[in-house]
């Protein structure tokens, strides 16, 4: 059986932008939970937003191959990171909204 080249590097990119996807998904529960009129939870959003964007920059770069020089070997150590930050905004939302 003969491998073929090509379909590692798909793999891989579809791997990447299903993270991507699943970040989303997290980030749009998080704004959901946001809009309650307090400030606490808008500036957890706030920051939510801003988490996912960075989670954008890096993961997109590793999905299309773009500017992957230097950030190669840091992509999935921030996106392990941003993603446990996005469940302690979560938990914290949630927290929250308790009292």
Known sequence: MSR?????PERTRLAWR???LAVTAVLVL???LAF???????LLAGLAVAV???VLTV??????????RGAGRWSIP????ATAGLALLGVLH??????
């Open 94 to 99: 949630v927290l929250s909204g308790l009292r």
């Open 18 to 20: 299903r993270t991507l």
């Open 59 to 68: 993961d997109w770069r590793r999905a299309t191959g773009v500017g992957l």
């Open 36 to 42: 309650t009129g307090r400030v606490f939870d808008a």
């Open 30 to 32: 998080e704004l959901r």
């Open 78 to 81: 921030l996106t392990a990171l």
């Open 4 to 8: 073929d080249p090509g379909l590692q």
């Open 52 to 54: 996912w964007l960075g």
